[in-house]
């Protein structure tokens, strides 16, 4: 039992084992914490069945038997609380719901330019608490939850006397994959007996930290239906709810009542490191729209992720991601759909987020180029409004970015090259295409086998071709660029490139006129801002096609044709010269 790994098995599919995982490693951290100073580290590994607690020293009986009693979490005080309870309590383990909700929504009304001219001091002393926004969704009313959650903290602050027992059978839950709980707990109650200490029942799930159980027909042999709440070993859920503040971010869906709550999914995060980033993610993410939150939240991840492992250097963190990407340290999110019914809020979908998989870290630099291409695709996320018309667009990204899926990501780029048209014919400039840089960062680096294309002369050419029938002349305006804007070029080239001829002949009668264009502009002007599309870059295409369909082809040429250099010179080279 006194080990250097211990086990948290997966028994939801959902964030309640994350929560248990993040609440078991918090404890066993207190306890080497104590005898061991900040010399020591705790590590969550995922095994596929179960999570692995992994120490960095073997926790030793005498340990256990000497740890002192640990304060895990908050209690959290509102116009509902027992004033006897508080009494209890030490001031510092209290929480004033109303209070933290007034730091909060000074803090907002600042304005931007405020808050970066203050000294980092008194930044410090005016921001909302680091885990407001848990104590914000713990305490709102429709999660009916905070009675049942201050209850738990209540009922571990009165095991002082007995900590050290409760430390060993959680230990004993532990030990390895597979124990039943029941077991445990049997064992538990036995034991308390024998110290004379008063054995209440279990403690309710709360749909807080177990979204897929709740009051309802419970129960587990078909022989009978009955309303009421699921009960389960109270320590178990008291690590839940410690666990809720090292790995939880809830948020509001913008517009409506509901809520949403993320759960970090460790892969192999120490938790010290692991709570450094989830502070700088909590500061990140703010309340936005169902589906673009899902996107920002692991894009934001990702850059608090690459943000520490810059900053960090030669540490621990940089050292291991080389050769990988932060996928391999942390997989997604769980997330929690709450649906406000009005007095009440329930859990209406469950799904799980990943982080981009398209990352692969070989040099300190890399970390830079990925943070760069992370922040263009933020940019261009947020500038969408999903209300609005952009709630397909968001739907294509979050496929590609959850799922890894290429098609899904080339149906984003078709559908934004119109968007981003649209938005410049109203004027809205801070809508901003890809950049060929990063684009060519993402494909490269995540689907080699797609280089080729990209270096192509001919592809380069034509992808040339598109942007400056595109976006280069609507940049500058329908009355100042001497070329026609061809509004509808993107969705033509993407409905025919289902089939190779037709995708072919399109793609010719586009060199036709395009060059016949160029010839129009140079008679009228004496000069010529275009390059020709030349029968080599045809060619070029045609072999490509031949090789990787005319849809993959298609695709790219979108991508790249509706993206723009990193320092376009629009239209101001004369290529007669």
């Not at 002192?68 to 001031?91: C, H, K, M, V």
């Amino acid at each position: 039992m006194y080990q250097k790994v211990y086990y948290v098995d997966k028994r939801t599919g959902t964030f309640a084992d994350v929560f248990l995982a993040y609440g078991v490693a918090t404890l066993l951290d207190s306890v080497l914490t104590h005898f061991l100073g900040n010399d020591h580290w705790v590590r969550i590994r995922d095994y596929g069945p179960y999570y692995a607690i992994e120490l960095s020293h073997c926790l030793r009986e005498e340990w256990v038997d000497q740890a002192p009693f640990p304060t895990l979490a908050p209690y959290i005080y509102t116009d509902r609380s027992n004033q006897e309870d508080l009494a209890s309590l030490p001031a510092s383990m209290i929480v004033d719901y109303e209070q933290e909700w007034n730091r909060f929504r000074r803090f907002i009304q600042l304005p931007q330019d405020d808050r970066e001219k203050m000294p980092q001091e008194q930044l410090v002393r005016v921001k909302p608490h680091p885990q407001f926004p848990i104590f914000a969704w713990v305490g709102e009313r429709r999660m009916q939850a905070v009675e049942s959650y201050n209850k738990l903290i209540l009922r571990w602050q009165g095991t002082t006397s007995h900590f050290n027992e409760n430390l060993r059978h959680i230990l004993m839950f532990c030990f390895t994959p597979g124990l039943d709980v029941g077991a445990v707990e049997s064992a538990w109650r036995k034991r308390m007996r024998e110290l004379g200490v008063e054995d209440r029942n279990g403690a309710t799930l709360l749909q807080l930290f177990n979204p897929s159980q709740g009051k309802g027909l419970n129960e587990p042999k078909a022989s009978r239906l009955k309303m009421g709440n699921i009960e389960s070993f109270w320590l178990l859920e008291y690590l839940k709810a410690v666990g809720m503040y090292h790995c939880a971010v809830p948020r509001r869906v913008q517009g409506t009542g509901d809520r949403k709550t993320y759960a970090l999914a460790p892969v192999n995060m120490r938790l010290g490191v692991n709570d450094q980033i989830l502070d700088k993610f909590q500061e990140a993410l703010w309340n936005d729209t169902a589906v673009k939150m899902d996107i920002l939240a692991a894009l934001h991840y990702t850059r608090c992720f690459l943000d520490y492992c810059q900053a960090a250097k030669e540490a621990d963190l940089l050292n291991e991601l080389f050769g990988q990407g932060p996928e391999n340290f942390v997989a997604g999110m769980y997330v929690a759909y709450y649906k406000s019914l009005g007095q009440a809020s329930a859990v209406m979908n469950l799904s799980f987020i990943e982080l981009p998989r398209w990352m692969r870290v070989e040099s300190v630099e890399d970390v830079n180029v990925y943070k760069e291409v992370i922040e263009e695709h933020e940019n261009i996320i947020r500038s969408i409004d999903e209300v609005r018309g952009g709630y397909d667009l968001l739907v294509y990204y979050r496929d590609f970015l959850s799922g890894g899926k290429w098609t899904a990501f080339f149906d984003f780029t078709a559908a934004y090259g119109p968007f981003l048209m649209r938005e410049l014919d109203r004027d809205h400039y801070w809508v901003r295409p890809f950049t060929t840089k990063n684009l060519e960062v993402l494909i490269m680096k995540s689907n080699e086998p797609l280089g080729p294309i990209l270096e192509t002369p001919g592809f380069r050419n034509i992808a040339e071709a598109i942007r400056r029938s595109t976006i280069i002349p609507q940049y500058r305006g329908r009355g100042e660029s001497e070329y026609d804007i061809r509004y509808g070029l993107g969705q033509e080239l993407k409905r025919k490139a289902l089939y190779n001829d037709e995708f072919i002949a399109t793609l010719s009668e586009f060199t036709q006129s395009y060059n016949a264009e160029n010839a129009r502009v140079y008679e009228k002007t004496g000069k010529q801002y275009r390059k020709n599309i030349l029968t080599t870059d045809i060619e070029d295409i045609v072999r490509l096609i031949d090789r990787y369909g005319a849809v993959t082809i298609a695709s790219l040429l979108i991508a790249f044709g509706y993206a723009r250099e990193p320092k376009e010179e629009e239209e101001t080279i004369d290529y007669q010269k």
